[in-house]
């Protein structure tokens, strides 16, 4: 698969999950520099991957899902990038973002791989969301085929309030 960037077609490494399907395992870095396995995340989930928190559409991305979290009780919202957990800390506490959880992807790209949204040419993370049941089954995909350009939030926000 390809998203582009800035118009330039990127190769994205791995394959996207299909709706309908089991979600894939992974693992990611927590602030405190723990792992978190996807064992670790129950219920249903939000995994939105940016490629770099500290960019102008990451920024208004996770600040609006920050918003929107309160609205959609017992749903968790997770954020990964490639930014070093420091990086995602100073930012979080910049941005006042308290109701989504930041997770790296950095030290083994294990979750770019799974999901298929690891760009081969940059090493970060394309613009995607994914939501995972409490089943483990991947119930929506959006990967943005412009990665500088925001997600469709109504689409993402419909797809939560219909499951």
């Known amino acids: 698969m390809q998203v582009t960037m800035g118009g330039a077609p990127m190769n994205l490494a791995g394959a996207v999950p299909a709706v309908g ?35 102008p559409v990451c920024d208004t991305e ?26 995602q800390a100073r930012w979080c506490g910049a941005a006042g973002i308290e109701a989504v959880k930041l997770y790296s992807d950095y030290k083994d790209r294990a979750f770019g791989k799974a999901f298929g949204v690891m760009i081969e040419e940059l090493g970060l993370l394309a613009r995607a969301i994914f939501i995972v049941d409490a089943a483990d089954v991947v119930r929506y995909v959006q990967v943005v085929n412009e990665v500088t350009n925001e997600p469709n939030y109504d689409e993402v926000l419909a797809a939560l309030k219909a499951l």
């Open 62 to 87: 996770v600040r609006r899902f920050n918003q929107e979290a309160a609205a959609l009780g017992g749903v968790s919202i997770n954020v990964i990038s490639m930014d070093l957990p420091f990086a």
């Open 21 to 55: 399907g089991a979600a894939p395992a992974f693992s990611v870095v927590a602030g405190d520099l723990s792992a978190v396995t996807s064992a670790d995340l129950k219920g249903t989930r939000v995994f939105i991957t940016v490629p770099s928190i500290d960019t």
